[in-house]
């Protein structure tokens, strides 16, 4: 992993930085590829039981870093959708098995909205713009054909066609974000959730995140078999004894992630 992204844990929280700062956080090939493995690394780090994305500077994120692709298209390179050591690729990252959150402290703009749409939760500065702003220079974004999943396909569309950058409250009103806070409370909001999820068996929500993957197309029937398989397997971990039985003694239980 290259300077573009810093990793850091603590109090098992993962904070992964964007850090282009004088780029707005731009998405170009060094940040594409450190972003991958950070999201590795916080997979199969054992010490990190949630993640928070957050931008350095003023920014969350602006996107695709379009000097870059002006550069790559005067040297007579093609972007491609399907090229996984892109940043034009259709999907950037696979997101985590573990519960992310989206600290957006400034723009997310375009590829910053798809940083955002890869997290579980998302909290935004009162000042953040967000916005879906392919359209403006000619690309379309392959993230929000999913989006529709999240929010209404009503929003989807205004968000898309008019390419417009909008306040966080609108975006909250879509249902985007699950909060906006003042600026200086972004990452103090973002870390107290990563507390109140950490109360939680760490299993318990890896294996709902999972189940949300997987169950998305899938019929009625086999979302029904896909979640007694995860339930049973979840049903053999230590953790799923550990909860009864700080229950019944009356005390706060003790996660192993096992």
Known sequence: MGNTVIYQVQDRIATITLNRPDALNSINREL???????????????EAWVGIITGAGRAFCAGRDLKERTEDNAAGRQARGMDSMSPDTLFMWSPPRKPLIAAINGYAL????????????????????????????????????????IIPET?????????????????LEMGFLNKVVPAAKVMDESRAMAQTVLRNAPLSIRAFKELVARCRSLPEQEAVAATEEVYDRLLLSQDSKEGPLAFAEKRPPRWRAV
């Open 155 to 171: 929003a989807v569309m205004e968000l898309v066609l008019t390419a417009e950058p909008i306040p966080a409250r609108r975006v």
């Open 32 to 46: 594409r590829a450190d972003l991958a493995d950070a999201l590795e690394r916080f997979d199969q780090d054992n």
């Open 110 to 149: 375009a590829g910053g909205w798809c940083v955002a749409q890869m997290c579980d939760l998302r909290i935004a500065s009162e000042s953040a713009m967000l916005g879906i702003t392919e359209a403006r220079v000619g690309l379309i974004p392959p993230f929000a054909v999913q989006l529709s999943r």
